[in-house]
């Protein structure tokens, strides 16, 4: 693997499916892993085996089950681990994360722009851990909306610097993998994780992969047109829903408004990161600050109907809502959301669609970019 890269298309491993199970369930039998993956047994017996070789896997004892007991197995929380950064307009979020999924140790910090500041606080949270950095596999990096954004100098130097690969990843795909790793999803589950910040992306998780395109663009939930003669979208589109509906066109509509403007704190002009002012708005909405409560409805509107899009496309039945912007104004998109699915889930698809909100969305994207090192690492069989 090469310092510096973006996450390859993913193929299905006996490696990883063989983890990915006893990741979601914390301990198996060899027989119930084969029941969830459909491996083989003697797949599962050589990759169990490699595994165990490899220190990735430990015995954990028998259960009796009428004839021959069977072993149990777990993953080894202390075989490795990686960094995962993001820097988004207002916060640099890092963790370290472990192989079962678990945050070891994290620090939030004020925006970093250099690879000297990343390193050094990289430096200071994996000796805060106390990990072996011999056990560091890398580092995932995501940078504002999207992988092009993350400047090529830092992810070079952070790669020279520390020795370790380095993978980038955008922001909404990062934190659908974060999702799939910390919350333990079966990797039989596909869903689809809704990240909100400054901007609206998607990232899509199908049978326990992440889903791409042929560059870092797909999941660009914002750009779905939700108003085919509405304003022009900083894309190049027209009518997009980060446009229509998204955080920046509801703070300008906040600050366009003498009474929201009042409600929501905001000045005339633009003083702080859209992302900041957008919670200022959702603050006030969740307090019961009419103007702005209202904003925000109208807002989840529109959000709510690309999500159905969304869901009839993929044909999923787990929406995530993800992000520090989700994270502030959940409240208010979760039911819109819920309520917009529910009437042809029921008549036409039935289904039942659960939206719910990521326990994790303050740290998911910094998680899933450590992910995806450690996934990345368990590719071979």
């Known amino acids: 693997m090469s310092q510096i890269e973006a996450p390859p298309p993913r193929r299905s491993s006996a490696r990883e499916r063989v983890l990915d199970a006893i990741r979601a369930h914390e301990q198996l039998s060899r027989v119930e892993i084969a029941a969830i993956t459909g491996l083989t047994e003697a797949s599962i017996s050589t990759t169990v085996r490699r595994l165990i070789s490899d220190g990735l896997l430990v015995e954990t004892g028998r ?14 929380p202390g075989a490795r681990f990686a960094v995962g950064v993001h820097v988004d307009a207002t916060t640099t979020t890092l963790v370290v994360t472990g192989q079962t999924g678990g945050i070891i140790s994290r620090t939030a910090r004020p925006v970093r722009s250099s690879a000297d500041e990343l390193l050094a606080d990289v430096v200071l949270l994996l000796e805060a851990s106390g990990v072996d ?26 790669a020279r610097t520390t020795g370790w690969p380095v993978l980038v990843e955008n922001d909404a795909t990062a934190a659908a993998v974060g999702e799939y790793w910390v919350a333990r999803v079966d990797s039989r589950r596909s869903f689809i994780a809704l990240y909100m910040g400054a901007g609206i992306g998607a990232g899509i998780v199908l049978d326990g992969r992440a889903l791409r395109g042929r560059g870092p663009g797909a999941g ?42 009042r409600e929501a704190g905001l000045s005339l002009r ?35 109907a690309a999500a159905e899009s969304a869901v009839n496309l993929l044909d999923v039945d787990l929406v995530v809502l993800t992000g520090p912007s989700f994270a502030v104004a959940a409240s208010l998109y979760g039911p ?15 289904r039942e669609t ?15 970019a450590a992910a995806l090192v450690l996934q990345q690492h368990n590719l071979g069989d």
């Open 354 to 368: 659960t939206v719910t909100v990521s326990s994790a969305a303050a740290t998911a994207s910094a998680t899933g």
């Open 133 to 158: 950095r011999r056990r560091c596999l890398g580092a995932g990096l995501v940078w504002a909306d999207r992988p092009t954004a993350v400047p090529t100098d830092v992810a070079a130097e952070l």
């Open 270 to 304: 633009r003083t702080d990161p859209v992302q900041r002012e957008f919670a200022a708005v959702a603050r006030a909405a969740r307090t019961g600050a009419p103007g702005c409560r209202a904003l925000l409805q109208d807002s989840a509107r529109f959000v709510a």
């Open 336 to 350: 819109a959301i819920t309520e917009r699915l529910a009437p042809a889930d029921a008549r036409s698809w039935h």
């Open 63 to 76: 259960i009796p089950t009428g004839g021959k007991p069977r072993t149990l197995l777990r993953l080894d």
């Open 220 to 261: 660009e939930f914002g750009h779905v047109c939700v108003q085919v003669d509405g304003p022009p979208c900083r894309c190049g589109g027209q009518g997009c829903l980060e446009a229509v509906a998204g955080p920046a066109a509801v703070v300008a509509r906040a600050r366009a408004g003498a009474a929201t403007r």
